[in-house]
Every structure is written in C-alpha cells, then in structure tokens.
C-alpha cells in the first residue's frame, strides 16, 4: 500500500486549503484513514480520522469547525478541508492508513504512511 498526499503550500491566516492523499492498494475501502501533522520540535498528532466507509470521523479539538475529513472509496483518495487556517496549523501533513476500519486518533495503530505535505500558514 502506497500513499501520496499533496495540496500543501503556502498561505495567509484566514485561507483554505484542500489536502488530498492517493491510496494506492486493493483494500483501501476497508481501510480506516487519518491525518496526521508535525511541526518542528513538536510531537506528530492526528488532527483527523475517517472510518472505512466515511460515517465516522473525529478531530482534533484544535481544528474542530475549520478542518474536514472525507473520503472517495471510489477514486481511493481521502482529503482535508482546511479552513480559516492560522500560523499554528503550520506544519508537514501525513496521510495515513489502518489495516482496520475503525476510527483511531493514535499514530501507533496505523500501518501506512504517506510522505507528507508541507502546510505553512502566515499571519
């Protein structure tokens, strides 16, 4: 399994930003998948999960209301609606997948990694 997320760039604070992570593999519709970000010096953190068929999602309380997890089983991609980003949401962006279809915020349950987007907000 492969991932390739990419929609990064740079932006102002207020902008939006749309993420889009490829998926390639047989099984990407029983996949649950999440993303994931690290900005330097800091810990990576799942800022959002989807389940396997798009009917369960979590957020990080740090981007409720802004940022949006979907996902098309159809085209095996996921994505991530940022909106009203702020300079703290800068950072690189991981798409990630799990073996299970399960909603999990943990990094240590997911098995597949993408190589990142780079996501820099100015004030």
Same mark, same amino acid.
């Given at each position: 399994?492969?991932?390739?997320?990419?929609? !990064?760039? *740079?932006?102002?604070?207020?902008? #939006?930003?749309? *993420?889009?992570?490829?998926? &390639?593999?047989?099984?990407? /519709?029983?996949? +649950?998948? !999440? @993303?994931? =970000?690290? +900005?330097?010096?800091?810990?990576?953190?799942?800022?959002? +999960?989807?389940?396997?068929?798009?009917? &369960?999602?979590?957020? +990080? %309380? #740090?981007? $409720?209301? =802004?940022?949006?997890? &979907?996902? %098309?089983?159809? $085209?095996?991609?996921?994505?991530?609606?940022?909106? &009203? *980003? $702020?300079?703290? %949401?800068?950072?690189?962006?991981?798409?990630?997948?799990? =073996?299970? !279809?399960?909603?999990?915020?943990?990094?240590?349950?997911?098995?597949? @990694?993408?190589?990142?987007?780079?996501?820099?907000?100015? /004030?």
């Amino acid at each position: 399994v492969q991932l390739q997320a990419s929609g !990064g760039g *740079l932006v102002q604070a207020g902008d #939006s930003l749309r *993420l889009s992570c490829v998926v &390639s593999g047989p099984t990407f /519709s029983n996949n +649950a998948m !999440g @993303w994931f =970000r690290q +900005a330097p010096g800091q810990e990576r953190e799942c800022v959002a +999960a989807i389940s396997w068929s798009g009917t &369960s999602t979590s957020y +990080a %309380d #740090s981007v $409720k209301g =802004r940022f949006e997890i &979907s996902r %098309d089983n159809a $085209k095996n991609t996921m994505f991530l609606q940022m909106n &009203s *980003l $702020k300079p703290n %949401d800068s950072a690189v962006y991981y798409c990630a997948g799990r =073996r299970y !279809g399960f909603v999990s915020m943990r990094s240590s349950e997911y098995d597949y @990694w993408g190589q990142g987007t780079l996501v820099t907000v100015s /004030s």
